[in-house]
Structures are given as structure tokens and as C-alpha cells.
């Protein structure tokens, strides 16, 4: 009973999402207020049903009900509840769900906080989240029904991929979708901004904060992706260039130019273009990206599903939300001003030097997941594009891009002076040189890619240094306390972000550099020694889990003959799909992770082990944690504050009418 | 605390057994194997190289390329070894041919197509743009609308 409700909420959801993709949308374009006003308890009311289909799928694992086929596909009556209700996403139809639940989430918060939008403007927006919802709803009513009975029921459930029972697979999903279908939101107010007309400062303004937002969700979600598959596969790499990976690296590079472009549209009324452009671009890859990992048309470790069908529905949708949205801009986008001028030396031109690196990069990481599936599709042969690809070429790149980020911030708006911004940012560079060169020979190693990376990420730092000194000296206050105070927050954000990647870009630099590993047979007593710290193999005992059998080792870690950690990694078995998984075991620390994962038993007791030493690692996940946290940062700052809080404000009729001009 | 000293040193192989043994008999033929094989697809797995994998295939494949290294093969030889039996399906780093032509110099075009239609952009722009396009009356509207609002029907 319980699924057929889900199921019921879904199709009233879609019937809502027809509603609210339509009328709103003619409302606004013949200036009719109540079918405009039509839009906000529209995208509550499928908030609401979405939600009840979502709760109804989870009440339908917590309580095992194998009917269900997708239950039953992606469960088991020994999985633990917590991993039972992260099975929700843990295939196709359930993250297709998840994907609309949280399009519905998006929604609902737009309609909270868009009470100093003008009403066409909210309408057109949600109208447009409301035909992206329709067709991802029309989506799993037709070929990807999560509550479709099996009947009989089975008795028992076929489980969860051992791969997936894991903590990441409870948070890493969920961030990465809000990230995802974020850029919804920004790609709604572009096309919003397209029908009507007006893409102006004001368009820029408000949707700065959602683009920030949806860009830092992200960036945590790739990040715990990273994180994850370091720790649960076993071989502690952190980035594989996998195609499902660059399926989210893709809208992540976008969103970052859309970030920078939306900044000076805002400012600087420039780029309205191209920035109307990038947000159709971000939020086109998030669906290329769903599409991509759901459709089964790569074949790599996430991708669980198989269908024609189904790929051959997303790729219409594709066709038609991405072709479309082209269309509306090559018909409207050129009647758009052009904003500011400024000059081929100045801060609008380094942002939009730094946006085509990034687009660069992000074409041929394009180029690089999709060119195998053309060439098998064109019967050309098979090649295989990995890391050694990736690495030549995201390198270069990338390298400019860091440089310029730490020019970028300090040049004047419109026209800056190259000679004296060389001088303000000299002594930045010699720092950066200097320290960049020397410190790899203290730290006992010297590569030219050691120097680059540290080079990079100094610089970074000490250009925002630069930075924050010379905004100091032009605020006003006596104290010191009290110039900071008057520094905003959006400012200070932009701040954290950089030096974010500067932490990033030293993690990678230093693990790459200075990481070290063993392969060893250990027997039972016998001691292996890396990175200074001396591993004593204690013997591996079998243990019993909820849902698997492992053998469990025992590592004891001194370092200068002082006991320093025990560890304990574990190989182990999952019956119902009969899989064998690695649990590494990692004991993490500020400047160090010592990794030790557990190979193949020996005879005698003696086991084969793999043991790493990574210095920075960790360093990698808390660059991204940081650059998040100045998204946040960001967002809080005060102007948006002001704007949301503005509920019902009583405007003169002059002004009212301006603000109806521009909208 | 003696009498525990005592247990451990008659309690054979458990605490003074010595130093653990590399895996492999010769290391430096092992660094050239994962020289080779960081590059090198598993061909079994999903997206993972051959030094990462436990596949049973990758460990046969491992022991193969072991043994070319012990017949004294050169880095190329291996390769050109392995590309003949299995295909360029077995390298991480495309091979330069007519059909990955695109893949390899796409990145530059890119770059430089970017990069020119950035100037001529930012030249075209200069000569049309005459004054700033945001006029001050624009401005003062727009800073109206932010800071007051719009009134709600």
C-alpha cells in the first residue's frame, strides 16, 4: 500500500510540475498576475509530494519490503538500517529520485527567499524548475519506476553493492546532487532572465548567492567522493580521472568560471553574455553528468545501470533542455548591452583570461571521457584515456590559471598599470621563488614539479597577504579589530576560497612528491619500516560483521621506539554477493597519513601487506573543505542578507515602476 | 616485567622475527614493472591500472610482464608486446595516431581558439563600446531595486 502512495505522489507531482512549467510562464509573458502568483504553492505542493514519494521509498527499505523490485534489487534483510535508507540512492530509479527530491528542495527554497524578486522574474523561474522537473518525473513514471511490486516477493534481497555500505555513500550523493541540480537554479534565472528580457546587474546580483551555494555543496560532495574512494579502495589514490569523476568535475570547473563571470556582471555590469552562457553550460553538464553515469554508457565502477531505453530517454531530455536553452540565447542573448568597457589590462580581462583556461580545461576534460565512447561508437577502436592523459594536459592549463589568481584580485577595475602592479606584487614574488626553490632541498628532494606546485600555492598565499594588507590601509577605523569588522564578508570569502586551493595544490605537490609505499610479506612479528614509522604485524584474527566475515589484522606503530598508533585493516567477504573488499586502515594526521591495507593471506599466518606513507594528504580534502567554506562565507555577507530578509516593503509607486522597467 | 620478555622470546616468530620481506625478489625490477603498470589498463576491472588492481588477470598479466623484464626487454618492447595481443584498449596514455589526432592537439586548439576569440572579443568591444553601458540613471535604479524591493502581489 505504502509504495502505491509513493507512487501516487509522483504522478500528482508531475500533473503539479505540468501546471507550474506552464501557466506561470504564459502568466508572465501577457503580464496576467494570477497565473503568475500561481508558480510558488505550485512548487511547494510538489516540494511536499515529492517528498511523501521519497519518505514512502524509504519506508519501504526500513521495513525490508522485498515487493518492491528496486527494494529488493538493492538491499537485504542483514544490510544495517542506516546503509537500508542510504540504498535509496544506491541505484538508478532511487538516485533519480533523490535527484528530483532535491530539485523540489531547490525549488522550495527559492520560493522562500525570492521575496524581493518581482513577480514575472519568480515566475519565470520556477516555471522554468518546474519543466526540468516534469521531465525528470515523466522520467521515472515511464522507464524507471522506483516502487515497481515484484510479485511473488522475493524472500530475501540481492543487497547492496559491498562497494557502496560505507559512510560516504550516506553523505557523498546527497552533497554532490544539491550541487548538481543547484546549478538548476542559477540555469533557471538565466533562462528566466532570457524570456524576459532583461539581464541586468540586478539578474547578476541575485543569482550570485544561489550559484555560490549550489558551487560549495559541490565542492564538499566531490571532495567526500575523493575522500571516500581513498579510503574504501584500497590502492590510496585520491583521484582517478575516472569518467564518473569528470562527470562531476565538469560542472564544478564551469561553476567556478560562472562564479567569477557572475561577479563582474554584478560589478561591472560586463560579460552578461557569456555569463548567461556559462550558466546554461553548468547546469547542461550536471544533466550530461547524470546522464553520463545513469545511462550506463560508461562502464566504471558506478555505473550500476544498463537500458537503452532509458539512456535513449535522457539523451531527448538532453537534446531538448540543452538544445533549447541555446536556441532562447542565440534568439535573445545578442539585444543584451554589453556593459562597462574596460581595458585589455584590467580585472574584467584577467577574469575572463582566467575563465577561458578554465573552459579550456574544462573542454578537454570533456573531450577526454567522451572521445573513447566516439571512437567504439564509429567502430574506430578501443582506447582507453587515463590519468597520463589527464596529467599532460590538465597541468598546463591549470598553471596560468593559479598565477593569475593571485594577480587577478589586486588589479584595478577597468584599467590597471602592469608596471605598478609588478612592483606592489614583487616582493610577493620573490617570497613565493625563493621559498619555492629552497624548501624542496630541506625537505631532501627537488623535482621541477616539487618547486612548481609549492611555487603555486605561496604565491597564492602571499598575494592574498598582499591583498589584505592594502584593503586594510583604504578602510576606515582606528583599531585594527575594526578595520577587519569592515571588511566584508563576501570579500573575506573570496580570500579563504584562494588560499583553499593554495592548501589543495600543497597536498597534491606534496603527496605526489614525497609519498612512499611498500609491498611486503609480513609473518606474523616481523617488522617493515616507511616514512620513519615501524609497523609490527601482530597476526590477523577472523571476525564476524553484521553482513560479512573479515580477517582482521593487527599492526602495531611505533616510531623512535615509542609506541605511536595500532591500526587494524581488514579483508573482507560479503556473502550474498560474494565480494571481497579491502578495508584499508589509515591513521590520518595534520602533516601524515600511514595507510595499510591488507593484500592476500600467506601461508603460515603470513600475509602479504601494502603499507604507505603519504605526507599532505589530507591536505587535499581540507583545501576543498576550505574553498567551501569561503563560498559560505561569501554568501553570508551582508547585502544578501539584507535582500532576503525583506519581506514586505513598502515602495514608493515611482520606484515601483522603475523596478518594473528593469524586469 | 621480565617474565613477559621471557613469554615473547619463547613464543616463536611473534615479536623478534625481524624485518618483513619485500614482496617482489628484485626491487628494481619491481620499480620498472610499476613504472610500466601505473600506466597500463587492467583489462578485467572497470577503470583501474594494472598496479592498482587484485584481479586475478592483472596479477597474471603482472607475472608476464615480470618475466619480459627478466628477459631483459626494453620499456618499448613490453608495450609494443602487450599493444599486440590485447590493443591500444591496454594504454592509459592514447598512442599519437590519425584517430586520436583531435584527442591530443584538442586541448591546444582550445586554448588558442579561446584565447584569440578573448582578443578579438575585447578588440571589438573597445571600438563598438562608447560609454559605459551601465549609465549612472541605470545605476541608481538598480541599487533602488536591490536595497527596496519590490512589492509582492
Request: hydrophobic content about 50%; overall charge neutral; some cysteine.
Amino acid at each position: 500500500m505504502i509504495p502505491e502512495i509513493g507512487q501516487f505522489a509522483l504522478i500528482l507531482a508531475l500533473c503539479v510540475a505540468i501546471v507550474q512549467g506552464s501557466l506561470p510562464i504564459y502568466g508572465a509573458a501577457v503580464g496576467n498576475s494570477a497565473l503568475m502568483s500561481m508558480a510558488k504553492p505550485a512548487a511547494r505542493g510538489q516540494f511536499l509530494l515529492v517528498l511523501i514519494a521519497f519518505c514512502c521509498l524509504g519506508y519501504a527499505f526500513a521495513v525490508k519490503d522485498f515487493s518492491v523490485l528496486y527494494v529488493a534489487a538493492t538491499s537485504n534483510s542483514q544490510l544495517p538500517l542506516h546503509y537500508r535508507l542510504a540504498a535509496i540512492w544506491g541505484a538508478h530509479e532511487g538516485s533519480l529520485l533523490l535527484w528530483t527530491f532535491i530539485l523540489t528542495v531547490w525549488m522550495f527554497a527559492v520560493t522562500l527567499f525570492s521575496a524581493h524578486l518581482p513577480e514575472t522574474m519568480r515566475a519565470r523561474i520556477l516555471g522554468v524548475m518546474g519543466l526540468v522537473s516534469m521531465g525528470f518525473l515523466l522520467f521515472m513514471l515511464s522507464v524507471s519506476n522506483p516502487f515497481e511490486r515484484l510479485i511473488p516477493a522475493a524472500a530475501d534481497g540481492r543487497d547492496l553493492n559491498p562497494l557502496l555500505q560505507d559512510p560516504g555513500m550516506v553523505m557523498h550523493p546527497p552533497m554532490l546532487y544539491m550541487g548538481y541540480v543547484g546549478f538548476s537554479v542559477a540555469f533557471a534565472f538565466a533562462i528566466a532572465a532570457l524570456l524576459g528580457g532583461n539581464l541586468d546587474a540586478a539578474w547578476a546580483r541575485w543569482s550570485r548567492p544561489w550559484t555560490t551555494v549550489a558551487w560549495c555543496f559541490l565542492t564538499v560532495g566531490i571532495a567526500l567522493g575523493s575522500g571516500w574512494a581513498y579510503y574504501e579502495l584500497g590502492w590510496g589514490g585520491w583521484w582517478f580521472w575516472d569518467p564518473v569523476e569528470n562527470a562531476s568535475f565538469m560542472p564544478w570547473l564551469a561553476g567556478t568560471a560562472l562564479i567569477h563571470s557572475l561577479a563582474v556582471t554584478d560589478k561591472r555590469g560586463g560579460f552578461k553574455v557569456w555569463t548567461v552562457l556559462l550558466a546554461i553550460m553548468a547546469f547542461s553538464l550536471s544533466l550530461l553528468g547524470t546522464f553520463l553515469v545513469r545511462s550506463g554508457v560508461l562502464t566504471s565502477v558506478h555505473a550500476f545501470a544498463t537500458d537503452p531505453k532509458r539512456g535513449l530517454f535522457i539523451l531527448a531530455f538532453l537534446a531538448v533542455v540543452i538544445g533549447g536553452s541555446l536556441l532562447l540565447y542565440a534568439w535573445r542573448a545578442p539585444r543584451v548591452g554589453l556593459g562597462g568597457g574596460f581595458d585589455l589590462v584590467s580585472r574584467e580581462s584577467m577574469l575572463l583570461a582566467n575563465n577561458v583556461l578554465l573552459i579550456a580545461a574544462l573542454g578537454s576534460v570533456l573531450l577526454g571521457t567522451l572521445y573513447p565512447l566516439f571512437l567504439d561508437a564509429l567502430d574506430l577502436g578501443k582506447i582507453s584515456v587515463g590519468p597520463p592523459y589527464f596529467d599532460a594536459v590538465f597541468a598546463p592549463l591549470m598553471t596560468p590559471a593559479l598565477f593569475l589568481m593571485g594577480i587577478g584580485p589586486l588589479a584595478q577595475w577597468k584599467k590597471a598599470n602592469l608596471p605598478e602592479l609588478a612592483m606592489r606584487l614583487r616582493w610577493a614574488f620573490g617570497v613565493s621563488l625563493v621559498t619555492a626553490l629552497a624548501l624542496p632541498f630541506v625537505l631532501g628532494k627537488w623535482t621541477p614539479l616539487l618547486s612548481l606546485g609549492l611555487l603555486l600555492a605561496i604565491w597564492i598565499v602571499t598575494t592574498a597577504a598582499i591583498n589584505l594588507r592594502e584593503r586594510l590601509a583604504h578602510v576606515d577605523g582606528s583599531s585594527l579589530a575594526g578595520r577587519l569588522a569592515a571588511v566584508p564578508r563576501s570579500y573575506w570569502g573570496m580570500l579563504l576560497a584562494h588560499c583553499g586551493i593554495a592548501v589543495f595544490v600543497v597536498g597534491v605537490t606534496m603527496v605526489k612528491g614525497f609519498e612512499t609505499e611498500q609491498d611486503v610479506r609480513m609473518n606474523v612479528g616481523e617488522t617493515a619500516t616507511i616514512g620513519g614509522y615501524t609497523f609490527r604485524f601482530d597476526g590477523a584474527q577472523d571476525i564476524m560483521g553484521p553482513n560479512y566475515t573479515a580477517a582482521r589484522g593487527t599492526f602495531h606503530v611505533s616510531r623512535d621506539g615509542r609506541d605511536a598508533t595500532v591500526m587494524y585493516p581488514e579483508k573482507r567477504r560479503y556473502p550474498v554477493q560474494n565480494q571481497i573488499m579491502t578495508e584499508a586502515a589509515i591513521d590520518s594526521g595534520l602533516l601524515r597519513d600511514l595507510y595499510v591495507s591488507l593484500g592476500e593471506p600467506l601461508e603460515d599466518g603470513a600475509w602479504s601487506v601494502r603499507l604507505y606513507y603519504k605526507p599532505f594528504v589530507d591536505w587535499i580534502w581540507g583545501g576543498c573543505l576550505i574553498m567551501a567554506l569561503g563560498g559560505v562565507l561569501a554568501v553570508s555577507d551582508r547585502r544578501y542578507r539584507l535582500a532576503w530578509r525583506r519581506e514586505e516593503p513598502a515602495v514608493p509607486a515611482a520606484t515601483q515602476t522603475a523596478g518594473r522597467k528593469v524586469a | 616485567m621480565s617474565w613477559l620478555a621471557l613469554i615473547m622470546l619463547l613464543m616463536p616468530g611473534l615479536a623478534w622475527a625481524g624485518e618483513a620481506k619485500p614482496l617482489a625478489e628484485d626491487p628494481v625490477a619491481e620499480a620498472r614493472l610499476k613504472h610500466l603498470a601505473v600506466e597500463l589498463r587492467c583489462l578485467v576491472c572497470q577503470n583501474q591500472t594494472l598496479a592498482d588492481s587484485n584481479a586475478p588477470l592483472a596479477e597474471d598479466l603482472r607475472r608476464e610482464v615480470r618475466e619480459m623484464i627478466a628477459k631483459n626487454m626494453s620499456d618499448q618492447e613490453i608495450i609494443d608486446f602487450l599493444v599486440q595481443r590485447y590493443g591500444d584498449f591496454v594504454l592509459y596514455r592514447p598512442p599519437w595516431k590519425m584517430t586520436t589526432t583531435l584527442l591530443w592537439i584538442g586541448p591546444f586548439l582550445l586554448l588558442v581558439g579561446g584565447a584569440i576569440t578573448l582578443v578579438m572579443a575585447l578588440r571589438r568591444r573597445g571600438r563598438t563600446l562608447t560609454d559605459s553601458a551601465v549609465t549612472d540613471e541605470e545605476h541608481r535604479r538598480v541599487e533602488q531595486l536591490l536595497s527596496q524591493g519590490v512589492k509582492r502581489s
